[in-house]
């Protein structure tokens, strides 16, 4: 069997001469679209059928077919390639994304090319859609009428997400830790100095106490000091500890040292790295509380109203009070800025007439909602609730 595997460049490469070479048994070459290196092809021969993906049947007990793969040679190709760009980025800006490897399996016989069932796969990370709301979009261009954005605390908050994205770990505490140290660090650098400096800001503890209740799980990283920590339900003082004694591995750590960090090993700083840019992210969302001011939200609500975005919901409900054996009719409108009903919208509606309705009636039994468009007559929701009688 023969394998190719197309392993793209990132950003655009002038390579102004090439031709085909060597590498691990197999051929390599440039791939040149309109005068640029698009990417590297590597091309292996005579390969084991095994090394192929194929379909794995599945269990009665399974909802769908699975895809099996074992690639014994991609592994080493990816490590050698890896390699080659960090020789390659100690000159240049320059990365070849392994991670998005395409690999394409052709028989080099008839019975071969029956025998494969999966003939091309294509690996890489998914990059999900932002869900981003309009009034957030808005209050932001109108709030940067007056002020100006939080660059400072962005700057460090951008690169530690796209660390963490790229999964870098330990690149990624390190641009949360600046940003920390830089706002609250009151220029100390030893360790029981910053720690102490940390654990006397009121501001910063709070930070930290919410950003503990909100720790996203790291996915490969179990027995790192960090995961077990997180484990045991730690105080602000534990975690500000913590920080700053890993600031001391990571910042400082000699390599010399016996058990000096390795950049191989990013798994053991997932958890760390999550408990840090969580944090940060609360400092920059404080940073960032201009755009939460009431008047922008008013302002947004009046602006879309003028471009006839509103969308009045009709709400007839039926609830019981206290002590009666009969159900009372009532009906409330709620105005809402927007030119269609889209799920978060509807969420919002029905929340909101919840509250009110828990406001106004703390005592009463609600027994059913019925949301509609006032203007089309749009079912949008219906809310039953079934109570038993005492």
């Given at each position: 069997?023969?394998?190719?595997?197309?392993?793209?460049?990132?950003?655009?490469?002038?390579?102004?001469?090439?031709?085909?070479?060597?590498?691990?048994?197999?051929?390599?070459?440039?791939?040149?679209?309109?005068?640029?290196?698009?990417?590297?092809?590597?091309?292996?021969?005579?390969?084991?059928?095994?090394?192929?993906?194929?379909?794995?049947?599945?269990?009665?007990?399974?909802?769908?077919?699975?895809?099996?793969?074992?690639?014994?040679?991609?592994?080493?190709?990816?490590?050698?390639?890896?390699?080659?760009?960090?020789?390659?980025?100690?000159?240049?800006?320059?990365?070849?994304?392994?991670?998005?490897?395409?690999?394409?399996?052709?028989?080099?016989?008839?019975?071969?090319?029956?025998?494969?069932?999966?003939?091309?796969?294509?690996?890489?990370?998914?990059?999900?859609?932002?869900?981003?709301?309009?009034?957030?979009?808005?209050?932001?261009?109108?709030?940067?009428?007056?002020?100006?954005?939080?660059?400072?605390?962005?700057?460090?908050?951008?690169?530690?997400?796209?660390?963490?994205?790229?999964?870098?770990?330990?690149?990624?505490?390190?641009?949360?830790?600046?940003?920390?140290?830089?706002?609250?660090?009151?220029?100390?650098?030893?360790?029981p100095s910053l720690q102490a400096a940390l654990k006397s800001?009121?501001?910063?503890?709070?930070?930290?106490?919410?950003?503990?209740?909100?720790?996203?799980?790291?996915?490969?990283?179990?027995?790192?000091?960090?995961?077990?920590?997180?484990?045991?339900?730690?105080?602000?003082?534990?975690?500000?500890?913590?920080?700053?004694?890993?600031?001391?591995?990571?910042?400082?750590?000699?390599?010399?040292?016996?058990?000096?960090?390795?950049?191989?090993?990013?798994?053991?700083?997932?958890?760390?790295?999550?408990?840090?840019?969580?944090?940060?992210?609360?400092?920059?969302?404080?940073?960032?509380?201009?755009?939460?001011?009431?008047?922008?939200?008013?302002?947004?609500?009046?602006?879309?109203?003028?471009?006839?975005?509103?969308?009045?919901?009709?709400?007839?409900?039926?609830?019981?009070?206290?002590?009666?054996?009969?159900?009372?009719?009532?009906?409330?409108?709620?105005?809402?800025?927007?030119?269609?009903?889209?799920?978060?919208?509807?969420?919002?509606?029905?929340?909101?007439?919840?509250?009110?309705?828990?406001?106004?009636?703390?005592?009463?039994?609600?027994?059913?909602?019925?949301?509609?468009?006032?203007?089309?007559?749009?079912?949008?929701?219906?809310?039953?609730?079934?109570?038993?009688?005492?």
């Amino acid at each position: 069997m023969r394998i190719h595997y197309f392993v793209p460049f990132k950003r655009k490469i002038i390579i102004d001469d090439h031709w085909e070479i060597p590498m691990q048994g197999g051929k390599l070459r440039i791939i040149e679209e309109s005068g640029y290196a698009k990417a590297i092809e590597l091309t292996f021969e005579k390969q084991p059928l095994e090394y192929a993906p194929s379909f794995q049947k599945r269990a009665t007990y399974e909802a769908m077919t699975t895809i099996t793969g074992h690639d014994e040679l991609i592994a080493f190709v990816k490590r050698q390639l890896d390699n080659t760009a960090t020789f390659l980025e100690c000159f240049h800006d320059i990365e070849l994304m392994t991670e998005e490897i395409e690999a394409k399996y052709e028989g080099e016989t008839p019975e071969e090319e029956t025998r494969l069932s999966i003939k091309s796969i294509s690996m890489g990370r998914h990059d999900s859609a932002l869900p981003l709301s309009f009034d957030m979009f808005t209050r932001a261009l109108m709030a940067a009428e007056k002020y100006d954005g939080p660059r400072f605390e962005v700057a460090f908050v951008k690169s530690a997400r796209k660390m963490l994205k790229n999964q870098e770990f330990i690149n990624s505490f390190r641009y949360s830790f600046l940003l920390i140290e830089s706002l609250y660090g009151n220029g100390q650098f030893k360790t029981p100095s910053l720690q102490a400096a940390l654990k006397s800001n009121q501001e910063f503890r709070n930070i930290v106490e919410l950003a503990i209740k909100d720790l996203i799980p790291a996915k490969n990283d179990r027995n790192s000091d960090s995961a077990k920590l997180i484990s045991t339900k730690p105080n602000a003082d534990d975690i500000i500890n913590h920080l700053v004694e890993k600031r001391g591995f990571y910042f400082h750590g000699n390599i010399k040292r016996k058990d000096a960090w390795n950049p191989d090993e990013q798994d053991s700083a997932e958890s760390l790295a999550l408990l840090a840019i969580g944090i940060i992210t609360k400092i920059t969302m404080k940073a960032a509380e201009p755009i939460f001011v009431a008047e922008l939200g008013k302002r947004h609500f009046e602006d879309a109203i003028q471009a006839g975005a509103k969308i009045v919901f009709e709400i007839k409900f039926r609830f019981r009070e206290p002590e009666e054996n009969f159900d009372r009719q009532h009906q409330v409108n709620i105005t809402m800025p927007g030119t269609k009903v889209t799920p978060r919208t509807a969420f919002a509606v029905a929340q909101h007439f919840l509250h009110v309705f828990q406001h106004n009636q703390p005592v009463s039994a609600l027994c059913e909602a019925e949301c509609k468009i006032q203007e089309t007559g749009e079912k949008v929701f219906n809310l039953t609730f079934h109570s038993k009688e005492e």
